[in-house]
């Protein structure tokens, strides 16, 4: 008898504008890549429950970047080459074929989920729908002698006409890294060797996942996902960090020199980015919008987690700045507000938030002002953001977790915010996306949002209703 999908047994917390899945749990994002005229975003799937298990990739396409429609799985594990697990990886795309690249997950069968063995392999389309696995899988049967078993999300791209795949891995000093390989054909691929790797447990982390890489703004950024940083003060908060280097790849042998590793997100509930290049040459991305520790109420409602807003990417000084995709201005169907007003110390801005975004102009909030945002319901605060102008920090706070998040700021002050709050979420995008904060959050009550100043001052804010059935499922 054939296993049947979980159901969703109950819409309260369901998105309005993100992407998720129409049952069962989602983590990863995966092979988020342009063809044929859409964009289409992967992720990691499985439809049988709403808990972590052999993981397919479930599949979403859009023409726009705000209206989603979720397709059949792409990718079902259970063959020779991936028998536990389609595990994350990317696309590309060659002579109007799309490849898909993903890991094969395999346990030895002796109840001990640390005990496994991962391989690389290839899936093909013509129609960017059905999809065909390569008939000569694995592409890369094991990983090199210097690794662990621990080898995985393969990222591949093309680079003067070669092709190059790197690969998140752990040395056999018990250390992350990434790893390059070479190809010429997308089929067969040389070990060149690593292309950098961590330097200590305590500041890099003991395992490095899904890393991806591109060129941005005249630098070599090298985004990726590690595990192991032990927590440092107020950085390295959760349980996995998400983050990235900014540096310069030697090609002779693809090598990469870098600065420090930055986090990306400050928020409780962002993993595992996954970039690709529209065509108007901008750099976008999509993470997972939940973290592994964090809690979630929707399993009981046969589904868990989502993906993030796609986000435009770009480097100033150093930073990344990662700001909404431009094209979501196209959900706002009802500007509700649009006020300048002089607060003395709190003022309420908007009531019955539920598919909302809301944009703060603090241009004329003098530089030394400190300022909380507190979104809440009538019961009680569910997540507050304050702002420290003495150093510059962000501090948010979130009912149902006591452990506080930071966030500092480059710029003299913090000049503009945008919040977008959907069903269970709240992305907060401080200086266009200097610093941003995502969060899930659980409330079958609609949010209110007020703001308190230490000083008497003058704000602009709008709101608009967003459009809340922006994703549709088979």
């Known amino acids: 008898m054939e296993k049947e999908f979980i159901k969703v047994n109950n819409e309260r ?141 393969p990222k591949v791209w093309e680079q003067n006409g070669v092709y190059y795949m790197i690969l998140g891995s752990q040395e056999n000093d018990g250390l992350g890294r990434v790893i390059v390989y070479r190809s010429k054909d997308l089929l067969n691929w040389d070990y060149v060797g690593p292309m950098t790797k961590a330097k200590s447990l305590a500041k890099e982390g003991f395992m490095w996942e899904c890393p991806d890489f591109f060129e941005l703004d005249g630098s070599a950024v090298l985004l990726l996902s590690p595990q192991g940083i032990e927590a440092c003060g107020k950085e390295y908060l959760n349980l996995f960090q998400t983050g990235y280097f900014v540096g310069t790849l030697n090609e002779s042998d693809m090598t990469y020199t870098h600065k420090e590793f930055k986090e990306l997100d400050r928020g409780h509930d962002f993993y595992a980015t996954q970039t690709t290049q529209a065509p108007d040459g901008r750099r976008l991305v999509f993470g997972w919008m939940d973290m592994w520790e964090s809690d979630m109420p929707e399993q009981a409602d046969g589904w868990a987690g989502a993906l993030t807003l796609p986000r435009e990417l770009s480097l100033k000084n150093g930073h990344l700045y990662m700001k909404p995709a ?19 110390t709190k003022l309420e801005i908007a009531s019955a938030l539920r598919h909302h975004e809301l944009v703060f102009d603090f241009e004329q909030m003098a530089a030394n002002t400190a300022w909380t945002l507190s979104f809440e319901t009538n019961i009680a605060q569910v997540i507050t953001l304050s702002y420290e102008p003495k150093n510059r920090e962000l501090i948010l706070r979130r009912n149902d977790n006591n452990e506080a998040r930071y966030g500092t700021i480059q710029e003299e002050k913090v000049f503009s915010c945008q919040v977008f709050i959907d069903t269970s979420s709240i992305e907060i995008f401080l200086n266009d996306g200097e610093t941003v904060f ?18 008497k001052t003058t704000i602009a804010h709008t709101v608009y209703a967003l459009e809340s059935e922006a994703i549709t499922y088979i």
């Not at 431009?326 to 003395?344: F, N």
């Open 438 to 455: 995502t969060e899930r959050y659980y409330s079958e009550v609609p949010l209110a949002c007020r703001l308190t100043v230490d000083q």
């Open 13 to 153: 917390y369901r998105l309005g504008y993100h992407v998720m899945a129409s049952n069962g749990w989602i983590n990863d994002p995966n092979g988020f890549v342009y063809f044929q005229g859409y964009y289409h975003i992967f992720y990691q799937h499985h439809p049988y429950s709403a808990k972590w298990g052999p993981m397919h990739w479930g599949h979403a396409r859009s023409k726009d970047l705000v209206h989603w429609e979720t397709l059949p799985i792409a990718l079902t594990p259970g063959d020779v080459e991936d028998q536990d697990g389609c595990f994350s990886g990317s696309a590309i795309v060659k002579d109007d074929t799309l490849y898909l690249f993903y890991t094969g997950h395999h346990y030895y069968g002796d109840n001990d989920p640390d005990h496994f063995w991962q391989n690389q392999n290839m899936a093909y389309s013509k129609d960017g729908i059905h999809f065909t696995k390569y008939e000569h899988n694995p592409v890369i049967a094991k990983e090199p002698a210097d690794n662990t078993h621990h080898f995985r999300d």
């Open 326 to 344: 431009r094209e979501l201005i196209a959900l706002r169907q009802e500007q509700e507000s649009d006020t300048v007003q002089t607060v003395e």
